[in-house]
């Protein structure tokens, strides 16, 4: 079968749309650069903000008109996890609904569409069962830059935020995995690594390792010191540690860019988010990594 992947919001969701292309290669199904060559199209949305889920929706519209007789459309990623069911109501059409939890079962989904006359759209949503959790999709390379995902998911209880809905809580990805990774993308004429994640800076927290990223990037580095430079995206400040401003300091490999959402600068209006509220804090942390 040939396939199509639009892909819509931030690089996570082009790392989740590598590994769906990955699979549906190896089982032998063809990528595609047109819809209208495509016998199943994928969009992987995004539904973070009101703006993405009004792009997504507008996105998965415009495949509706496109998708012809014999093609299959599948809203894939943060959108169908969030509203589930509701969205086929949103959008007439869709064929398939495939949660951000679930991509890894794409090429199962597919042959499933091809195979049966459905009448309903088929799902699948939630959390996979263990026996189909994978490897893959970790990493995503455009020309000599790559994003390589340490975690998934996010434990932060902030009130404004719908990731922990849509990707359930942190889950740190090995190190061992990561460092080979890391190694086949070098390898491969990969010169920049871009660690990302929900938080980055949460990385080995989920089995109580509070410098998780620091040793992540000794390690990689160490691994492969040939690479010229790593970057470390989507950092929570409260997370930033000693530690990790010093291995930023120590090898020169490590760009002095620290990627940090400040939602706010109002102690107050932090703690109706649901944020840390110690500006204090913050200010002090900007001075030690200058």
């Known amino acids: 079968m040939r396939f199509y992947i639009l892909t819509l919001g931030c690089p996570k969701n082009l790392v989740d749309s590598r590994g769906m292309e990955e699979e549906?290669?190896?089982?032998?199904?063809?990528?595609?650069?047109?819809?209208?060559?495509?016998?199943?199209?994928i969009v992987n949305t995004c539904g973070f903000i009101e703006e993405a889920r009004r792009e997504s929706i507008q996105a998965l519209l415009e495949m509706t008109r496109i998708k012809g007789k014999g093609q299959c459309l599948v809203a894939a990623g943060c959108l169908p996890q969030l509203w589930g069911r509701a969205l086929l109501e949103e959008v007439e059409g869709i064929d398939a609904l495939l949660g951000t939890r679930r991509w890894m079962e794409v090429t199962k989904l597919i042959e499933q569409l091809a195979q049966n006359s459905h009448k309903e759209p088929l799902t699948l949503l939630g959390d996979p069962p263990a026996s189909l959790l994978n490897n893959s999709g970790l990493s995503a390379a455009y020309g000599s830059s790559a994003y390589l995902k340490i975690a998934e998911g996010c434990s932060a209880p902030c009130a404004f935020c719908t990731i922990p809905r849509i990707k359930g809580p942190a889950r740190s990805v090995p190190r061992h995995i990561l460092i080979s990774e890391a190694k086949r993308l070098v390898e491969n004429g990969i010169k920049e690594l871009i660690l990302i994640a929900q938080d980055t800076t949460a990385?080995?927290?989920?089995?109580?390792?509070?410098?998780?990223?620091?040793?992540?990037?000794?390690?990689?580095?160490?691994?492969?010191?040939q690479l010229h430079w790593l970057r470390i995206m989507y950092a929570y400040p409260q997370h930033v540690t000693e530690r990790l401003i010093e291995v930023m300091s120590t090898y020169p490999q490590v760009c002095h860019y620290l990627d940090i959402p400040l939602q706010h600068a109002h102690p107050e209006v932090l703690r109706r988010m649901n944020r840390p509220h110690n500006i204090a804090r913050v200010k002090s942390l900007i001075n030690d990594l200058r």
């Open 24 to 41: 549906l290669t190896k089982a032998g199904h063809l990528p595609v650069t047109q819809p209208e060559d495509a016998d199943v199209i």
């Open 203 to 225: 990385y080995g927290r989920d089995w109580g390792e509070r410098d998780g990223l620091a040793n992540l990037i000794e390690e990689i580095l160490e691994a492969v010191p």
